[in-house]
């Protein structure tokens, strides 16, 4: 995906611009609502409000790609399903994986869905799901109740991205975010790095 331009925003948003197309993923309630200025398309990993800001993307009239079945009050939404390759803001698009991550116990799940981007950049939501195809640039989840680091770090070694860049960040004070970079950084190699919220890469 040479010449893209990949924007950072808090927590688990990724704004995704090239010649002139916009792509967002996962604008969350926790995100700034600029990652949304000229948003061509959304895509929506799952329905977790950490994910997807109902109220704000039925102001934003973007049209929005969610698993098929997601809960998403009054939102009109393309469903997807694992397997499923479309085009988004122009960007082609695939959809991996199926379900959250098990938070506890028998606790219902939802559906989730990464998503692999021009075959190069993939998005996980709140799983890691590894998928059966090369990753160059990764998104790895840091945090979560469904998370555990040794988690985290698998996924990247299994996945073996030439780059990786921590989200799902935003319940992590600065201490234990600096724990999770260090640990990341070590275990996974010099193609790791933490990008600050609006931070380009």
């Known amino acids: 995906m040479g010449g893209v331009k990949l924007t950072k925003f808090t927590h688990a948003c990724i704004r995704v611009e090239y010649e002139g197309r916009v792509l967002v993923i996962d604008p969350g309630i926790w995100s700034e609502p600029s990652a949304l200025d000229g948003a061509d398309a959304v895509l929506v990993t799952h329905e977790h409000a950490d994910h997807v800001d109902v109220l704000r993307l039925l102001g934003a009239g973007v049209p929005v790609f969610a698993p098929a079945g997601a809960e998403l009050g009054a939102l009109p939404y393309t469903p997807v399903s694992a397997g499923d390759d479309f085009s988004a803001a122009g960007f082609r698009v695939r959809a991996h994986g199926g379900r959250h991550a098990l938070i506890y116990g028998d606790r219902p799940d939802c559906a989730n869905l990464g998503y692999l981007l021009d075959g190069s950049l993939y998005h996980p939501?709140?799983?890691?799901?590894?998928?059966?195809?090369?990753?160059?640039?990764?998104?790895?989840?840091?945090?979560?109740?469904?998370?555990k680091t040794v988690e985290a770090i698998?996924?990247?070694?299994?996945?073996?991205?030439?780059?990786?860049?921590?989200?799902?960040?935003?319940?992590?004070?600065?201490?234990?975010?600096?724990?999770?970079?260090?640990?990341?950084?070590?275990e996974t190699g010099d193609g790791y790095r933490w990008l600050a919220p609006r931070e380009t890469a």
Request: glycine letters at 8%; zero cysteines; aromatic letters at 8%.
């Open 125 to 147: 939501g709140d799983s890691v799901h590894v998928p059966d195809e090369p990753v160059e640039t990764l998104l790895v989840p840091l945090q979560g109740s469904w998370l």
């Open 154 to 186: 698998d996924f990247v070694r299994a996945v073996r991205p030439r780059r990786a860049y921590g989200i799902h960040d935003a319940q992590l004070n600065d201490r234990g975010l600096s724990t999770a970079n260090a640990w990341l950084a070590k």
